[in-house]
């Protein structure tokens, strides 16, 4: 394991509906987490968020479910509050 000398964060919430990218700031992304925001638990629409780095680059994505006797996700139709973080490491 390397030792952590620095690490970049960059933060932030969004209203998503279905997908998004964010470009991050950073000059490329070794971690992102992205939750949705607040304390309910999900429901159909939207039952989970995902995330990927490209680059620089952070896509969330909003997943519901087909309908209650089909689990197929599919993109989320409502909007919701997502909070999202990027890190860029440095080591030594």
Do not use: H
């Amino acid at each position: 394991m390397a030792e952590l000398l620095n690490a970049r964060i960059r933060a932030g919430k969004i209203r998503l509906t279905g997908s998004v990218t964010i470009p991050t700031g950073l000059d490329s992304v070794d971690v992102a987490v992205a939750t949705i925001s607040g304390s309910a638990a999900p429901g159909l629409d939207p039952a989970l968020v995902t995330v990927t780095v490209s680059g620089g680059n952070i896509s969330l994505y909003a997943w519901r479910f087909t309908s209650n006797s089909n689990p197929t996700l599919i993109a989320s139709t409502t909007a919701i509050d997502v909070e999202w973080m990027a890190f860029k490491y440095e080591t030594r």
